[in-house]
């Protein structure tokens, strides 16, 4: 079997022993992602890990933003005495106008404030815009560690590092200072699990070399883009491998010589028909757990937006549909996937409790 064809078989079971709820940014259906109030409500809701996705200051310091460019996700462009550092840089091939957290040191990003990404499809978010400061890598783990002391559970941590190569070159490699970080803290160094996880190839190979004693704890993650997209260090290495080629089984087994598990679009696990319904599910779980990886797909959203058309409510893109967002991630647990990043960590303990 390949990927891209479906599997007929009745629903498959996780490799995992337990499915996990991976609060992705947090809560961030619920808080302006990547503050610590939303990796708090995720917490508060169930979530297992909290995900966040790392970036570099000027001064080497890592922060949580979904990208190095800010000005989607903080106030920065409220700052006057900012507007000369606004430009345009080449990010993983792509031009990408704005604010970079490379030029800023850390005490100067802790005067901005985080704020709703989403505005359209979130508006409940903005009410929160102007309230929180961006963490850094060490104040999540402080933060977590403290709030799984406060509720008696272990919460794992699912970082991500955002565009390796990127910051390898302008001089702030960033794995290293990842691992550093982990080891610094007793609650990663000795007790919570960790996923490190990224969308290139290069440093997630690195990063096995590195692991040392951490390595029981810390497992990592191959993400998965579009098919026809490449890893961005296969792009500057001018190799041909595309994630189309990493999702057959010859590509598993290469990703299972360095990687735990894969954490693929969700449209790899169950693509949609013509008209946008849920279709069968493709071979890839069972593929990749027939190499010993777990299956961690992205990212299931609670707005009808972001939900297959024969699971839609009334409304518009904006309308929350929680039931048809429980709806669809329970699909996804019938196919046998092993954990699932989610913006409301809520709906997922649900789908797995399968509550009405």
């Known amino acids: 079997m390949t990927a891209a064809t479906a599997d007929a078989a009745s629903p498959a079971k996780p490799l995992a022993d337990k499915v996990l709820v991976l609060g992705h940014r947090g809560a961030s259906a619920l808080r302006p992602e990547h503050t610590l109030a939303s990796y708090g409500k995720a917490i508060e809701d169930g979530a297992d890990f909290v995900e966040p996705d790392l970036v570099m200051t000027k001064d080497?310091?890592?922060?949580?933003?979904?990208?190095?460019?800010?000005?989607?996700?903080?106030d920065v462009a409220r700052h006057p005495e900012f507007a000369a550092r606004k430009t345009t840089r080449t990010i993983d091939g792509?031009?990408?106008?704005?604010?970079?957290?490379?030029?800023?040191?850390?005490?100067?990003?802790k005067t901005l404030r985080a704020r709703e990404r989403l505005p359209e499809l979130r508006p409940?978010?903005?009410?929160?815009?102007?309230?929180?400061?961006?963490?850094?890598?060490?104040?999540?783990?402080?933060?977590?560690?403290?709030?799984?002391?406060?509720?008696?559970?272990?919460?794992?941590?699912?970082?991500?590092?955002?565009?390796?190569?990127?910051?390898?070159?302008?001089?702030?490699?960033?794995e290293d200072v990842v691992l550093a970080t982990i080891r610094r803290h007793d609650y990663t160094a000795k007790t919570a699990?960790?996923?490190?996880?990224?969308?290139?190839?290069?440093?997630?190979?690195?990063?096995?070399?590195?692991?040392?004693?951490?390595?029981?704890?810390?497992?990592?993650?191959?993400?998965?883009?579009?098919?026809?997209?490449?890893?961005?260090?296969?792009?500057?290495?001018?190799?041909?491998?595309?994630?189309?080629?990493?999702?057959?089984?010859?590509?598993?087994a290469a990703i299972a010589k360095y990687a735990d598990a894969i954490g693929p679009n969700k449209l790899s696990v169950i693509p949609r028909t013509a008209d946008g319904k849920l279709a069968a599910p493709t071979a890839l779980v069972a593929d990749a757990h027939a190499v010993k990886l777990l299956v961690h797909p992205w990212t299931f959203r609670p707005e009808n937006e972001f939900l297959?058309?024969?699971?839609?409510?009334?409304?518009?893109?904006?309308?929350?549909?929680?039931?048809?967002?429980?709806?669809?991630?329970?699909?996804?647990?019938?196919?046998?996937?092993?954990?699932?990043?989610?913006?409301?960590?809520?709906?997922?303990r649900r789908a797995l409790t399968r509550r009405p």
């Not at 792509?94 to 990003?109: K, M, N, S």
């Not at 929180?132 to 919460?155: H, M, N, Y």
Request: charged share 25%; aromatic share 10%.
């Open 60 to 74: 080497g310091v890592l922060v949580a933003r979904h990208e190095n460019e800010i000005s989607g996700t903080t």
């Open 124 to 174: 409940g978010n903005t009410k929160f815009d102007g309230e929180f400061a961006l963490p850094t890598f060490d104040e999540i783990i402080g933060f977590v560690a403290a709030e799984s002391k406060k509720r008696g559970r272990v919460i794992g941590i699912y970082p991500e590092i955002k565009h390796s190569t990127w910051f390898k070159g302008i001089g702030l490699p960033m």
């Open 308 to 348: 297959p058309g024969d699971l839609h409510t009334p409304g518009t893109p904006a309308t929350r549909n929680d039931v048809g967002a429980v709806a669809e991630i329970r699909a996804y647990l019938d196919a046998g996937i092993d954990g699932f990043f989610t913006d409301d960590p809520a709906l997922g």
């Open 94 to 109: 792509r031009p990408v106008a704005g604010w970079f957290t490379e030029d800023f040191t850390l005490a100067e990003l």
């Open 193 to 252: 699990p960790l996923f490190i996880q990224s969308f290139e190839i290069g440093n997630l190979e690195y990063l096995r070399s590195k692991l040392g004693d951490l390595a029981p704890r810390v497992k990592l993650i191959q993400l998965l883009g579009e098919s026809k997209e490449r890893p961005y260090d296969c792009v500057a290495g001018k190799q041909p491998l595309d994630y189309a080629q990493m999702m057959q089984p010859q590509g598993l």
